[in-house]
Structures are given as structure tokens and as C-alpha cells.
């Protein structure tokens, strides 16, 4: 075991733990420059023993070690230090580590081997990130706590001081409102980021989360569907196909209807699998039950459990018509791709049946909208390169390299040095992007 760190005064700990000193030195390479106290183990128990030492603020394991493995690992650190982020690192897609990591580890991400190092360094500090949002939002509470508490003692005669303290505690629930919108948006973008260990096992032109997202997304906003239900959904669109992560490269890149009988029995189990993956986690559970759904049919026709109209929630309902209208393009339906048009005809064909006739044509008004031209289906959003980019606008959509690695999250509002970063960015991966802003509010 040996231990190491960086930087005169490192403000984050991270520990890193393999049993071959060739991955650690690995990683020490791509984190040397970083603003990060290191620290190296290469075993559980050394590991257990630096965690108990350190305020560690974020675990990178592998999977496979002798003794303790990576998901025991990542299970024994959540019960000894919950607020500690836990990251899976392995060059095995097995679904039991899988599910062992995310049922006992509650591991905020999984990482495969190879490792790409913008990827790496992205998702540590995205950890981070949330890690900062969840203590902010406990130390707002127990702020709010206190305030309340000294509230009730104050005297009810003196409506001077109960005005002042009221006006207090306003503006505390307000930053708490605040904080609390932010970690929720910070689990719509961590399923997000954990959607892409899918898009790794297939070709490009069968990635299908991100679309269907965009496209459920889109038919919230139209139909004005509450913020709670919204983001269940868009959590259930990027992660929907879970449940496929165990299956072969062939069969998960082949078309549903031409599976054989085994297969097909495969095929079924997915939604309900997806679901199994999911239930531990609470605030995805309302999501896990969309994804369980999905796959039933209006006229009862469908799986894993044959219900019918409006026994299927609206969420599987919706995301139903998006998954089949992608899918359908992408050949993981027919063995022939259809294109837009085709797609939206085999919706309306087999509306009543396979969907819900009503949300049917609501769909399609959608999709010919959203389609026609994405960038200007919101009029308040404006299409920008990097160049023309401004302190002070909002990020009005995620922001994807092209790897499909996420950059920046929905709702960013940007500063100078974002910008500067994106540019420079681009000049490294000779790229360039189209940014979707929301404009800042002209000052009065």
C-alpha cells in the first residue's frame, strides 16, 4: 500500500483502490494535475483502514480483487460513510457486480475499462459537484431546523421581532427550495450520465436514450405535465433498457421482432429486470415503475403484466410511443429501418392497439413540431456557437461531446471561465458546437 498527494492545500480527498500497481500508477498519471489530495490502496482492507483516517470524499474500486472485491468494497464504505461517493471501476459488464454495487454500494457511477481519462476526470468532479449539492441542502435544513426552533421560543407579543424572524425564515426556505430543485436536477443528470454505460455496448446508430429523452421531454413541455412527473419520465427515457446490460452484443442490437422463442422470453423479462435494478434507489422509484410498464400494450396485449388503458400510467404510456417511435428508425423493431414518416405512420396504424389512441395524435403533433426544426421549437431558445456565448445565459439542453460524453447539464448558467473551458475544449478535440441558451432577462 502506498499513499500520495497533490496540491500545497487539496480542498477534496479521493481514494483509489486496485490490487495491480500498474492501474493505480495509471491513475495517479491522469489526476496528478487535478486540485486532489490522493491517497492509494491496493486491497478492501487497506482501503477501509485510509477511509477510517481520512475524511475521504469520493472511492474509485475496482471490481475484481482478491479478498474483498469492489462492490463489498463500495457496500461496507456506504454503511460506514454514507456522504462518501462511490464510484465501480471494471473491465467486466456483469450484471450481479452490477446489481450488488448499486443495491448495497449505492454507487453514484460505473466506469469500464479501458477508461477514457475526460470521462474520468468529468465524472469525478460531477460527483463532487453533487456530493457539495447534498451537503448544502442538510446544512439548509438543519439551518431551517434551528431558525424554527427559535421561532417557537421568541414571545407571541412581540409581532416586531416575529415579523423580523419570519422574514428570516422566507428567505432560508427560499435557498432550501433552491437547493432542493438543484439535487433533483442532479438526479435527472446522474441517470443520465449512467444511461451512457448502454450506449458503450451499442453502435451509434442504435444509441436511442438520448432521443428518447429529447422526445419526451418536448411532449411534457407542450402538454404542460408538472415538474415532479416530468422528471420521472426523462429519468425512466435514460434508463429504460437497463435491464438489457447482461444480454449479448447480438441479441441487444437486434430486432425485437425477429428474436427466436429464447430470446424472446429474454426480451420480456427486460422491463421488469430494468425495474429489479432500479427499487433500491428512492428517488428513482417512481421512475422504475414507468420502466415496468412500458412495454404494455393498450389493448392489454403487452408485458411483463398484460394490463390495459388506463391501468398503464401515463408516464409508460408516453414513453411507450417515443421508445417505438425511435427504435423503429434505429431497426431494434423490424429488420428494416424506418424512416420519420414511416415511423409516425406505424404509430397511427396501430393506435388503440399498441398505444393510447388519445396521447396518439398529441404525439405526432409533437414530433412534426419538434422535428421540423429542434432548434427553434422553443422560440426563447437561441442556437449559439462557443464564440458568441455570454456570462449569464442559461444552458437551455445538455451539452454532449462527441462520444456522447455529458459536458455541461440543463439549467447551467454560465461564466466566463465555462466558456473559456468549452473553447478551449473544442480546440483540443477539434470540434465545434452548437450551444442551446436561454438569454438572460434585460436588466430594468
Avoid at 31 to 37: A, V
Avoid at 219 to 229: G, L, R, V, Y
Avoid at 274 to 290: C, F, I, Q
Wanted: glycine share 4%; aromatic share 6%; with cysteine.
Amino acid at each position: 500500500m502506498s499513499e500520495a498527494t497533490i496540491a500545497a492545500k487539496p480542498q477534496q480527498k479521493i481514494l483509489l483502490v486496485d490490487d495491480e500497481e500498474a492501474i493505480l500508477n495509471s491513475l495517479r498519471r491522469v489526476l496528478r494535475n487535478q486540485p486532489y489530495e490522493l491517497f492509494f490502496a491496493q486491497g478492501g482492507e487497506d482501503a477501509l483502514l485510509l477511509l477510517e483516517k481520512h475524511a475521504i470524499d469520493v472511492v474509485v474500486s475496482d471490481a475484481r480483487m482478491p479478498g474483498m472485491d469492489g462492490a463489498t468494497l463500495l457496500s461496507e464504505v456506504n454503511k460506514r460513510k454514507p456522504d462518501c461517493m462511490t464510484i465501480l471501476l471494471t473491465g467486466y459488464a456483469e450484471i450481479n457486480t452490477i446489481v450488488k454495487a448499486i443495491n448495497e454500494g449505492q454507487i453514484y457511477r460505473y466506469i469500464s475499462k479501458p477508461w477514457n481519462d475526460e470521462e474520468l476526470l468529468m465524472t469525478l468532479r460531477q460527483a463532487l459537484a453533487m456530493q457539495h449539492a447534498e451537503r448544502e441542502r442538510r446544512r439548509l435544513v438543519v439551518l431551517t431546523r434551528r431558525q424554527n426552533e427559535a421561532l417557537r421560543e421568541l414571545n407571541e407579543n412581540l409581532e416586531a421581532r416575529v415579523k423580523d424572524r419570519t422574514a428570516e425564515l422566507q428567505q432560508t426556505a427560499d435557498m432550501l427550495d433552491l437547493a432542493y430543485d438543484e439535487l433533483q436536477r442532479s438526479y435527472v443528470t446522474s441517470t443520465e450520465v449512467f444511461s451512457m454505460l448502454i450506449n458503450q455496448r451499442l453502435p451509434r446508430d442504435k444509441q436511442t436514450n438520448q432521443q428518447v429523452i429529447l422526445l419526451v421531454r418536448a411532449f411534457c413541455a407542450n402538454q404542460h405535465i408538472d415538474d415532479h412527473s416530468s422528471r420521472d419520465i426523462a429519468m425512466a427515457a435514460a434508463l429504460y433498457n437497463i435491464g438489457k446490460l447482461s444480454w449479448s452484443d447480438e441479441l441487444i442490437s437486434s430486432p425485437s421482432d425477429l428474436l427466436y422463442r429464447n430470446e424472446r422470453d429474454t426480451y420480456r423479462k427486460y422491463p421488469a429486470q430494468s425495474e429489479s435494478l432500479l427499487m433500491a434507489l428512492e428517488p428513482l422509484r417512481d421512475a422504475a415503475t414507468l420502466i415496468r410498464h412500458h412495454q404494455e400494450h393498450w389493448d392489454g396485449g403487452g408485458f411483463p403484466d398484460h394490463i390495459k388503458e388506463q391501468q398503464i400510467p401515463f408516464g409508460a404510456r408516453l414513453l411507450k410511443l417515443a421508445i417505438d417511435f425511435v427504435e423503429l428508425q434505429c431497426g431494434l423493431v423490424l429488420e428494416r429501418k424506418m424512416n420519420r414518416d414511416e415511423a409516425l405512420l406505424f404509430i397511427r396504424k396501430y393506435s388503440g392497439r399498441l398505444y393510447d389512441p388519445e396521447m396518439v395524435e398529441l404525439f405526432i403533433q409533437v414530433c412534426a413540431h419538434l422535428l421540423a426544426d429542434i432548434r427553434i421549437a422553443d422560440p426563447a431558445v437561441k442556437a449559439l456557437d462557443t464564440r458568441h456565448l455570454e456570462p449569464g445565459m442559461i444552458l437551455a439542453r445538455n451539452l454532449q461531446a462527441e462520444n456522447g460524453m455529458l459536458l455541461l447539464n440543463e439549467g447551467k448558467e454560465l461564466n466566463r471561465q465555462l466558456i473559456d473551458k468549452l473553447i478551449a475544449f473544442e480546440s483540443i478535440e477539434a470540434v465545434r458546437y452548437t450551444v442551446f441558451v436561454v438569454l438572460p432577462e434585460p436588466q430594468p
